[in-house]
T-cell receptor, first 112, second 115 residues
């Protein structure tokens, strides 16, 4: 059974800091891994999708890495801004890729 | 519209009533998913459609829950004899192809409250 864990559950840092969010999964036979952002009362917005054959993906100040063998992914946010405050979730397809399993998310707060 | 649309945005119903939640996916997206999210938790998988057929409905909690997508676009999630434990945000997502290939695009969800 695939389990996805995100630690820490919450994180508060001052503006301008670089930070790393962690995601771990128990079954390394994944097709891809996707990072999402969720603002309060809203749906999820896709940030980055890393295919299983890739090691990292970059979009602007965001960089996501994937290490299948250790069952880990990290989301690196450079030069954090108050507008980055949100919950960040990772997700992996499981069971013949039809079911996507989500972690519980990391609630990020950037202090001005 | 450009994104996934879900209606209604909020639904309050009494215990025991029947509800329908609607999802309009992005035009051309063949894959459609329903998730349920409780406060402080990640989305919980309910059902996945590829075209008109339910490719995986293993996440539906019991036979009170049912979903359809008759023409391969709009989908309706139906809940019979609602219970207070059904209260949650119900999220719909679509993708161009299956989950192994394409990113998911989510709607803003329907907040269901069962009193």
């Amino acid at each position: 059974k695939q389990e996805v864990t995100q630690i820490p559950a919450a994180l508060s840092v001052p503006e301008g800091e670089n930070l790393v969010l962690n995601c771990s999964f128990t079954d390394s036979a994944i097709y891809n891994l996707q990072w999402f952002r969720q603002d309060p009362g809203k749906g999820l917005t896709s940030l980055l999708l890393i295919q299983s054959s890739q090691r990292e993906q970059t979009s602007g100040r965001l960089n996501a890495s994937l290490d299948k063998s250790s069952g880990r992914s990290t989301l690196y946010i450079a030069a954090s801004q108050p507008g980055d405050s949100a919950t960040y979730l990772c997700a992996v397809p499981y069971s013949s890729a039809s079911k996507i399993i989500f972690g519980s998310g990391t609630r990020l707060s950037i202090r001005p | 519209g450009a994104g996934v649309s879900q209606t209604p945005s909020n639904k309050v119903t009494e215990k025991g009533k029947y509800v329908e939640l609607r999802c309009d996916p992005i035009s051309g997206h063949t894959a459609l998913y329903w998730y349920r999210q409780s406060l402080g938790q990640g989305p919980e998988f309910l059902i996945y459609f590829q075209g008109t057929g339910a490719a995986d409905d293993s996440g539906l909690p019991n036979d009170r829950f049912f979903a359809v997508r008759p023409e391969g676009s709009v989908s309706t999630l139906k809940i019979q004899r609602t219970e207070r434990g059904d209260s949650a945000v119900y999220l719909c997502a679509s993708s161009l192809e299956g989950p192994a290939l394409s990113p998911l695009h989510f709607g803003n969800g329907t907040r269901l409250t069962v009193t």
